[in-house]
């Protein structure tokens, strides 16, 4: 079974432009998750989608961060336009459906290392 | 957001010896997660305790959920240079997002 993808690996671009970043969860997974690591700091929630619908977004850290998940498959998050403080990792992870009484185990793709200039 | 802190941050011991690694909060977490990061990859879970109290064991490792699902801790026996890496605990908070520690970078020397 393949797991969670992200693509591109590495991305450095500069100041005030917009990149792209795409995660492919594992099939089947409805949840899927966005984190982020920056430099020294731990790895903190973005957003978590349930199929195609943004459950909470409570880790957004501004509006110049825009995710989709078109068709509950994979998502995209775009940062637009990028500044200096957006350098960092950025982790995708999915996770199955999961009943009441069970938790929540969540895979995690290699993780964008962005890089703002 | 409930927090994690997780110590030490970084740890070096010989081969052979024992060691363990922390993860307290002041928060009640539905169930505790840990994870180890090799450079380049993602976190790759280890294992999930979920009851107050419970112990689980991976082999060498040895991970305890404390009775009050605050704290957790991971103590490895017999360290050996392929333990050597990035170990995150992860707090599931709301059945929903993982908050993370800083992570214990762990280095086994032969």
């Known amino acids: 079974e393949a797991g969670v993808t992200q693509f591109p690996s590495h991305s450095v671009i500069e100041k005030g432009q917009t990149v792209t970043l795409r995660c492919d969860p594992i099939?089947?997974?409805?949840?899927l998750y966005w984190y982020r690591r920056v430099m020294g700091k731990e790895i903190k929630f973005l957003l978590h989608f349930v199929k195609e619908s943004k459950q909470d977004e409570s880790g957004m850290p501004n509006n110049r961060f825009l995710a989709e998940r078109t068709g509950g498959t994979y998502s995209t998050l775009k940062v637009q336009p990028a500044e200096l403080e957006d350098s960092g990792v950025y982790f995708c992870?999915?996770?199955?459906?999961f009943g009441q009484g069970s938790y929540n185990e969540q895979f995690f793709g290699p993780g964008t290392r962005l890089t703002v200039l | 957001t409930q927090l994690l802190e997780q110590s030490p941050q970084f740890l070096s011991i010989q081969e052979g010896e024992n060691l363990t690694v922390y993860c307290n909060s002041s928060?009640?977490?539905?169930?505790l997660q840990w994870y180890r990061q090799e450079p380049g990859e993602g976190p790759v879970l280890l294992v999930t305790v979920v009851t107050g109290g419970e112990v689980k064991k991976l082999k060498r490792l040895t991970f305890q959920f404390g009775d009050a699902r605050k704290d957790s801790s991971l103590h490895i026996t017999a360290a050996q240079t392929g333990d050597t890496g990035l170990y995150l605990c992860a707090g599931e908070e709301g059945a929903q997002k993982l908050v993370f520690g800083q992570g214990t970078r762990l280095t086994i020397n032969p």
């Open positions: 928060s009640v977490f539905s169930s």
């Open positions: 992870a999915s996770s199955p459906m």
């Open positions: 099939s089947g997974h409805d949840n």
